[in-house]
């Protein structure tokens, strides 16, 4: 049989080790995809061509992105320059062109997914996106295809290996935040702008996508409720750890009589939980099954080869599903199209959740009573408190609550009278806590 051909549009940091990975294993792909696979066409702006192992291995490089998705011996189009708007007339056009796509876009399916999706479903063609989730962890497969007789009930994941890299050095080595960054854009961790990292717009993207293939759900993004790790401080940290948590840039989405909940945010988790010791640039998805229970899994979410491994995966796998009707392949979002679940995206205020609440007192009788009679009237039942000593030549004490699980609503309230209070100095930083029991 004629080796599949590939059209591979971008030359960058994860193209280069999809080119390397794709080359140097050709044969154990083969064996496993039944059909030889080649690069024949690529095209990219500008590359490094000494960092790329394999390059004189593809049959055409330009700098033609649209000379590859009208290629007509190309089946498959590796699509892998990012951002939205180029990529999204790529894929499109792809797709108008009868060929399928694998693509580690996660910006581009969290935000047109769905239309991407109808138009393949409508062409016949897959469009896989392994690699736009964790990285090289086959969190996609796990959840459509090995967890398929679940309800799901929720998942939560460390999605961002550059801000759970700054997270472990703060609490490791007492690090700054802008050091620890740099070293993560230095190390080709994080995003062409790193504020989609440490602002959380990055582990949202995700979280939309996992959100989806959990529940049968359309991709909501814009629901998607995002807040990132810049406000995290390092006493914040060394609190966490006193009280037994390590706080973890985290992505939830869990079922609920009310709605679908989907959040990024930093959460306190028990120091005992296997995912709290996720470290590093590393990724981790802990997935709850009705009939399985818990799953993790657990692998390199970023970096060229990682990122390589699962596009790879991607392409074996629509090559050999090349001969199968489309209506009987894996659907995009795990759940037939026509079967899709209208169950709503709650907002944030909606959602409950246990607290970690840090607050600067003035140190006098009374005070920590008024605080803790504004907790009661709002239905917040306190777990633990501590009040620290003073800050050295300052006459507020930090004090931190632990709260019982409420509503975010009700903490919001609680929150605004406590600010309100003339013995409480400046904002109340709140912490969300999940135990993932
Ligand atoms: N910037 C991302 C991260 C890369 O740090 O996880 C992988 O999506």
């Not at 000494?50 to 700098?63: H, M, P, Q, R, V």
């Not at 009208?70 to 892998?80: C, G, R, S, T, Y």
């Not at 717009?201 to 359309?218: E, M, N, Q, Y």
């Amino acid at each position: 049989m004629d080796p599949i051909k590939i059209g591979l549009l971008g030359l960058g940091t994860v193209g280069g080790g999809t080119v390397s990975v794709l080359t140097r294993n050709i044969d154990e792909i083969a064996r496993r995809a039944g059909r030889e696979i080649i690069i024949s066409h690529a095209a990219a702006k500008d590359y490094n061509a000494d960092a790329i192992e394999g390059l004189d291995k593809i049959g055409k490089i330009t700098d033609d992105v649209f000379g590859v998705v009208n290629d007509p011996d190309v089946e498959i189009i590796i699509e892998l320059i990012g951002g939205y708007t180029l990529a999204k007339e790529l894929v499109l056009k792809s797709i108008e062109n009868g060929k399928h796509v694998v693509t580690a876009n996660k910006a581009l399916i969290a935000l047109h997914g769905n239309e991407i999706f109808s138009a393949a479903q409508e062409k016949g063609v897959t469009v896989a996106f392994e690699a736009a989730v964790a990285g090289g962890i086959p969190i996609i497969k796990a959840m459509r295809e090995g967890l398929a007789a679940n309800q799901i009930q929720w998942a939560a994941g460390i999605i961002n290996g550059t801000g759970n890299f700054i997270l472990s050095e703060m609490r490791d080595k007492g690090r700054n935040f802008d050091d620890v960054l740099e070293e993560a854009q230095a190390l080709g961790y994080a995003e062409a702008d790193p504020t989609f990292d440490v602002e959380g717009i990055d582990a949202a993207h995700k979280l939309t996508i996992i959100g989806s293939i959990a529940f049968g759900i359309p991709l909501q993004f814009d629901k998607t409720y995002t807040e990132g790790i810049t406000q995290i401080e390092q006493q914040d940290v060394v609190n966490a750890a006193e009280l037994g948590y390590r706080i973890k840039h985290l992505g939830i989405t869990r079922k609920t009589d009310k709605g679908i909940e989907l959040r990024v945010h930093p959460t306190l988790i028990p120091e005992r939980r296997l995912i709290a010791n996720v470290d590093g640039v590393m990724n981790a998805v802990l997935v709850y099954g009705d009939a399985v229970g818990p799953t993790l899994y657990y692998g390199a979410g970023a970096g060229a080869q990682p990122t390589a491994s699962a596009i790879v995966a991607d392409v074996v796998d629509v090559v050999r599903a090349l001969t199968t009707d489309p209506e009987n392949r894996v659907p995009h979002l795990a759940f037939q199209p026509d079967a899709m679940s209208d169950i709503p995206v709650l907002d944030i205020e909606e959602i409950e959740t246990a607290y970690y609440l840090r607050l600067s007192a003035v140190d006098r009788p009374g005070v920590l009573a008024n605080v803790t009679s504004i907790l009661g009237a709002s239905n917040i039942s306190i777990e633990a408190i501590i009040q620290k000593p003073a800050i050295e030549g300052s006459s507020q004490v930090p004090v931190i609550f632990l709260t019982q699980r409420v509503q975010e609503k009700n903490m919001n309230e609680a929150i605004r009278n406590i600010e309100a209070l003339d013995t409480i100095s400046g904002q109340v930083v709140r912490i969300r806590v999940e135990t993932l029991k």
